[in-house]
């Protein structure tokens, strides 16, 4: 699961993808607003074996888990995982469920 923030300033995950790519379709969608869906075109950068992927979105909220898939540009899926918003820092001692 990757961490993100309500921060609306450029946020980064590194993932793990089946394809090392740096033009890549990203998708997310809230779990519990599906309105809340971003689908956009991204410049990734490839380092050592991971693929930094960089956006910026405005609608974070605090507690919300978030789904996200990395295509290529042949719409084949490289990378899904979940995506859990937290503004905690000390993440080694944090949980998600009390």
Known sequence: MEIVTTSTEEQTIKVLPRELTTDVRF????KEQPSNNVDVTLLCEVQNEFLNVSFTIPFFKEGRKYFIKIFNL?????????AFCTNE?????????G
């Open 74 to 82: 042949d719409n084949e899926r490289i990378w899904m995982g979940e």
């Open 27 to 30: 998708v997310l969608e809230d």
């Open 89 to 97: 820092t000390d993440l080694q001692n944090y949980k998600i469920n």
